[in-house]
């Protein structure tokens, strides 16, 4: 039920009252649960769920999402109060549209009632589990893509206590569904991780393996469980009190659980369901047999440049990506990177012009209406930076190219790491290696060498062939002598 709340918060009870063009395609409720999403989040909301409504809205079938929260119970409790409902506005330079979502079908949150959790991931009626977890949750190793649970997910793999992490959730659910003889299931990461429907299969048949499963069941979840990969694109920065007061306005109700957006978004997705899916190309999206030049091209063209924009802002001060854009000579400085190193480290998808998907997304990051901060960009940058740039440092060396750019990108992350702006202001290290991170560079000489000396020593974050690589330390160790020396906009109108 609708709990009213200012103007009246959005609900079925409130529907009437939206503006015609701002209503949702479906109302909820009215169509059966078909997926289950781990990762409630406002990516999730503004991407998949937006897709699939839209899928369902041109072409039909019981594919409504039922929503779930790992951990934070605050966003089933918000989508609760609205029947599920919320709103997404898409914003630009030319002006705001904002429209309401109908394909939550219901909501759990996974901690408080992990029970549920595993019956639904157990449910005939559901065929598709799609993530957006993050990379941390995969407790993936970065280098070797092998799970490596921490005491919390061996815990869950190997006892009978209520599983609490992702892996856990996921094996629960299989062999639930595996006893039951239950249909086939598609499990579809949505996360930025490369290869990403490989490395899914990798974790379940790991957590399989440490587990103990026996046959029958390991063989049901090898032969009936498929894991299409992905690549997911939008820019959707984190909702604020901008946000839900935007959303008021055009909505005439309160939406508490509203999130902004780019105009622009992408979904790659391999066609492979054995039980079925949504027409989501009926919503724009592709469909293909090989996601992964795809997934390089974002990766390296999208979310590295990204990553760039981010840590350099961040040490000039600028709080948004925006606002980082705005500097003098980074724009040029990103555009060299796509063009010099990214566009020479892998094979695009057929017909994909890496330097003009660079330039688009140079386009976008300047979008003045999306107020994407620099600081949240730069979270866990030990799990992002490997697939992001340091991906296309080794494809780069390996080919026997320079890697002069990407080697920037892997400095302003380590100056970043040194916990202050280039005016002094401390910088967060919101990292799940922060105090690795920290304890290296304490333990080091206090020189742009030393500090590299202690970060590539970091396994956990580089790879040998990338650690050892005498030119790319140089390279790195240039650069961040530059940027210690001289600050961010200094070094951008030297760079050469």
């Known amino acids: 039920m609708a709990v009213t709340v200012g103007a009246g918060r959005l609900g079925l009870g409130t529907l009437r009252r939206l503006p015609t063009e701002s209503r949702p395609l479906l109302r909820p409720g009215s169509v059966p649960a078909g997926i289950v999403h781990l990762g409630l989040g406002a990516f999730h909301r503004a991407h998949q769920a937006v897709y699939t409504e839209e899928a369902m809205a041109r072409a039909g079938g019981d594919w409504g999402i039922v929503g779930v929260a790992p951990r934070n119970p605050d966003v089933v409790t918000t989508l609760a109060a609205q029947d599920n409902l919320f709103s997404v506005t898409t914003t630009s330079a030319e002006g705001c549209h904002t429209r309401v979502v109908g394909a939550l079908a219901g909501t759990r949150h996974a901690a408080g009632d992990p029970a549920a959790v595993v019956a639904l991931l157990a449910d005939p009626a559901i065929r598709v589990v799609t993530l957006t977890v993050t990379e941390k949750a995969y407790q993936l190793d970065p280098v070797t893509g092998r799970l490596r649970p921490d005491l919390e997910v061996a815990a869950d793999l190997r006892t009978d206590r209520a599983p609490v992490t992702v892996p856990g959730l996921l094996l629960r659910g299989l062999l639930a569904r595996a006893a039951a003889q239950g249909p086939p299931l598609a499990l579809v990461s949505c996360d930025n991780l490369p290869a990403n429907g490989r490395r899914l299969r990798g974790l379940v048949e790991q957590s399989v393996a440490y587990a103990g499963v026996p046959e029958p069941l390991a063989g049901w979840v090898r032969e009936s469980v498929s894991f299409p990969g992905t690549m997911v694109d939008r820019i959707v920065p984190a909702s604020t009190a901008q946000t839900l007061a935007d959303a008021e306005r055009a909505l005439g109700v309160t939406d508490l659980a509203a999130v902004v957006a780019e105009p622009y978004r992408q979904w790659v997705v ?15 999206a592709v469909l293909t047999a090989d996601a992964g030049p795809w997934e390089r091209l974002k990766l390296r063209a999208l979310n590295g440049v990204h990553s760039a924009a981010a840590y350099l802002g961040a040490l000039a001060g600028r709080e948004t990506v925006a606002d980082a854009l705005a500097l003098p000579h980074l724009s040029t400085v990103l555009r060299r990177l796509v063009a010099e190193d990214v566009a020479a480290s892998f094979d695009p998808p057929g017909g994909v012009s890496v330097v003009a998907y660079g330039d688009e997304v140079l386009a976008r990051f300047a979008n003045p209406a999306i107020h994407h901060r620099t600081l949240q960009v730069a979270m866990d940058g030990s799990q992002k930076l490997p697939q992001r740039v340091l991906h296309t440092v080794a494809d780069l060396r390996a080919g026997g190219r320079s890697a002069r750019w990407a080697a920037l990108v892997v400095a302003a992350w380590l100056r970043f790491a040194q916990g202050h702006a280039d005016d002094g202001s401390p910088l967060p290290l919101a990292d ?22 202690a970060v590539f020593a970091l396994r956990e974050i580089f790879p040998a062939e990338v650690a050892e690589d005498d030119e790319v330390r140089a390279e790195v160790t240039g650069w961040l002598t530059a940027l210690r020396r001289h600050g961010v906009a200094a070094t951008l109108a030297g760079a050469r």
């Open 270 to 284: 391999e066609d492979d369901f054995p039980g079925g899916r949504p027409a989501w190309e009926r919503a724009g």
């Open 432 to 453: 799940p290696l922060a105090g690795e991170i920290r304890a290296a560079l304490a333990a080091g000489p206090p020189t742009p060498a030393g500090a590299v000396d």
